[in-house]
């Protein structure tokens, strides 16, 4: 059964950071695309960023562009979602997704796999 699990969420303050991560077990990272989404309470679930494995191609929402990174380690098969200058309306659950092909979206609806979440709370 393929696994998406995140971590790194947590409670910080405003311009703080935070790195989250995504694994994956018996999914190979290097076949898919990977995104990370979120979700604040009320509000639809919307895009933050995504890698396509092969070239390495990244993809940034505009309100986290030059604040967020996305990354990947391949031995480790785990993709990283590091966050700087966070700011309080950066709070939501953070999921990480994968799609097959290498490929990415903006759509949710077009990823087949999610992970369960991880909360990031920013105060200010």
């Known amino acids: 059964q393929v696994q998406l699990v995140e971590s790194g969420g947590g409670l910080v303050q405003a311009g703080g950071s935070l790195r989250l991560s995504c694994a994956a077990s018996r999914l190979t990272f290097s076949n898919y695309g990977v995104a990370w989404f979120r979700q604040a309470p009320g509000k639809e679930r919307e895009f933050v960023a995504a890698?396509?494995?092969?070239?390495?191609?990244?993809y940034y929402a505009d309100s986290v562009r030059d604040r967020f990174t996305i990354s990947r380690d391949n031995a480790k098969n785990t993709v990283y979602l590091q966050m700087n200058s966070l700011k309080p309306e950066d709070t939501a659950v953070y999921y990480c997704a994968a799609v097959r092909g290498s490929s990415w979206s903006l759509k949710p609806y077009d990823y087949n796999y999610w992970g369960q979440g991880t909360q990031v709370t920013v105060s200010s």
């Open positions: 890698t396509r494995w092969i070239a390495g191609n990244t």
